[in-house]
């Protein structure tokens, strides 16, 4: 009975151990099984971050694929550029040198004018020199034959009055010569502006350089009224003329309020227009 009781006693603690032991293991099992569920968990969610950055990197090649292209498309665009300003720098090189050949010439076309321009000046000095000269002798011919007024003066008196004083004067009388009362009075040129009450009296001299002929002209001018009464209300403009006066003799002109009109080449002038005009509009 002793031995029975034994056996039956170890019988249960084996029983009991295996009980323990299985116990033990299902709580370890269960523990495992939770463990490998959030392996299972952590796994899925890993893959799905994979997946994403497989989405990702796929994203970032195209991209990087997309700048490859775009930098090889800037490549050839440099390329092309490249090729382009050497051509342009070529071209600028043939340009400047181009450039300098005009300067070149231009620097010889300069001197030429100058020497040109240097020609044209002694030209134009020895023509003026031969103009005066031919005046002077046409005004001394012109003076033997008594021809100066008509040939010279005359001609060109509306033009000249029209240029210097705006009008055309409606009357011109050409050696005019008016007697009264047994003493005469002779005008080389009268041009009238009736509409303006305006008289031009030219005198004409061939040696105009003596200064009593100028008094003897402003002496003139005031017997105007006197031997033409109808101009009594007109304004008597002083002109005198010559092939050419010399500049003192012009001053005095000027001081004395008369106009200077002078043969410069084929035209007549009044070289002291300006000064006479403002001494007058001065006076007023």
Avoid: H
Avoid at 5 to 20: G, H, I, N
Avoid at 44 to 57: I, N, P, T, W
Avoid at 63 to 68: L, Q
Avoid at 191 to 219: G, N, S, T
Wanted: include cysteine; proline fraction near 2%.
């Amino acid at each position: 009975m002793a031995v029975l009781k034994e056996r039956v006693d170890r019988l249960e603690e084996a029983l009991m151990r295996l009980v323990y032991v299985q116990q033990k293991t299902e709580i370890e099992i269960q523990s495992l099984k939770e463990e490998m569920k959030a392996f299972k968990e952590e796994m899925r969610m890993f893959k799905d971050e994979m997946l994403a950055f497989k989405d990702e990197m796929k994203a970032f090649k195209d991209e990087m694929k997309a700048f490859k292209d775009e930098m090889k498309a800037f490549k050839d665009e440099m390329l092309a550029f490249k090729d382009e300003m050497r051509a342009f720098k070529d071209e600028m090189r043939v340009f400047k040198d181009e450039m300098l050949a005009f300067k070149d010439e231009m620097r010889v076309f300069k001197d030429e004018m100058k020497a040109f321009k240097d020609e044209m000046l002694d030209f134009k000095e020895w023509s003026k020199r031969n103009i005066e000269n031919l005046n002077r002798q046409w005004g001394n011919l012109a003076n033997k034959l008594g021809t100066l007024v008509e040939d010279i003066f005359a001609p060109s008196i509306d033009m000249a009055l029209e240029k210097y004083f705006g009008r055309r004067p409606s009357i011109v009388d050409v050696k005019k010569l008016v007697r009264k009362d047994g003493k005469s009075l002779e005008l080389d040129i009268l041009a009238l502006c009736p509409e303006e009450r305006r008289a031009f009296v030219v005198e004409v001299k061939a040696d105009p350089d003596r200064v009593d002929y100028i008094d003897l002209f402003l002496k003139k001018l005031e017997e105007i009224p006197v031997f033409l009464p109808e101009l009594a209300a007109y304004t008597m403009v002083g002109i005198y003329a010559a092939l050419n006066i010399r500049e003192e003799t012009v001053r005095l002109l000027t001081r004395k309020g008369l106009y200077a009109m002078v043969v410069r080449g084929d035209i007549v002038e009044i070289i002291n227009f300006n000064q006479v005009a403002e001494r007058k509009n001065f006076g007023k």
